[in-house]
């Protein structure tokens, strides 16, 4: 299919998703049940499935399609708590100041009122304002606790963040490397602008895998909007983060922390492989990316012994 369709069908998608989205929050329609049985067919039809892959894209409205349960629950957070509320205390405060302008103009009030102090107004007007960030904070804090708090790890990485790049260790595996970013004139086809690195993160599907996060030089962030994590590399301290990818595919983020003149050099590639593809590649990693070459062990422990 022509490029040139193929972004107008995308563009057309993604519209079609915010007005289904607007619809949704005016009619009280499900906007999963207009997505479900009606557009998304059409559209999966038209566009053919491809190889999951989660990068920006041009007019892109929303978040990135969701891998992980974390990023499932921020994504439900945003669509049906924060929107809907968001949307109604902006169409009411709107209404309100119309209906004054109308109500209370010039021509219809000669004399206008003195009136300056009700109390039923005053104490509704900060107890229901209370209520709305209690209805926000306990989904909010639950989300919280879920990120913060990490299931027992099948596999822990460390993202170690440098100007400009990420290096990574596999502590368990002895795998250490760097990925650095792909040049734009060395991009082969498929491989996304400014987010694809020369080696990837390689992770199981299904398994939880703990993050531990650091920095060399200066504070970067490990970010990857799909799995919906985002933390601070510090140097010298250690932060802890964690996801399980529920689907294969290659899921691209970047730095988020404002580290320097290439900040937006030091892109992030993660790809989620089955169980087997996972095991073969550390087999391939440890020889390949090994941590502490044998050999330089095996030297130290020789002179050891003839000293
Ligand atoms: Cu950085």
Redesign the pocket.
């Given at each position: 299919m022509p490029t040139i369709l193929f972004d107008f069908l995308f563009k057309l998608y993604t519209f079609c998703q915010s007005v289904a989205k607007l619809t949704s929050l005016s009619f009280g329609i499900r906007t999963t049940t207009i997505m479900k049985y009606f557009l998304l067919p059409i559209f999966t039809f038209l566009l053919g499935s491809s190889a999951l892959a989660e990068q920006p894209k041009n007019w892109q409205l929303g978040y990135q399609k969701s891998v992980t349960p974390v990023m499932d629950d921020l994504v439900f957070m945003h669509d049906y708590i924060l929107l809907p509320i968001i949307t109604a205390i902006s169409v009411f405060v709107l209404f309100l100041i119309l209906y004054a302008v109308w109500k209370f103009k010039a021509s219809k009030n000669p004399n206008p009122t003195k009136t300056s102090h009700n109390t039923l107004l005053e104490v509704l007007w900060t107890v229901i304002p209370c209520l709305i960030l209690v209805v926000i904070a306990i989904p909010s804090f639950k989300l919280l606790y879920k990120q913060d708090v990490i299931p027992k790890a099948d596999i822990t990485i460390k993202a170690i963040?440098y100007?400009?790049y990420w290096g990574y260790e596999y502590p368990d595996q002895k795998i250490a490397f760097e990925a650095t970013m792909i040049e734009t004139k060395d991009l082969k086809p498929g491989q996304p602008r400014l987010l694809a690195t020369d080696k990837h993160v390689v992770v199981p599907v299904n398994k939880v895998v703990k993050v531990l996060i650091t920095a060399n030089d200066v504070l970067?962030?490990w970010a990857l909007p799909a799995f919906g994590v985002k933390r601070d590399a510090v140097p010298g301290r250690i932060n802890e983060t964690w996801f399980k990818a529920e689907k294969e595919g290659i899921f691209y983020g970047q730095?988020s922390?404002l580290?320097?003149i290439k900040?937006a050099f030091?892109p992030i590639t993660v790809e989620v492989v089955s169980e087997e593809k996972y095991k073969e590649w550390v087999e391939m990693a440890r020889v390949k990316y090994a941590m502490y070459p044998e050999k330089k062990f095996l030297v130290k422990k020789e002179q050891l012994e003839l000293n």
């Open positions: 963040g100007q400009w970067h962030a730095c922390e580290c320097g900040h030091m």
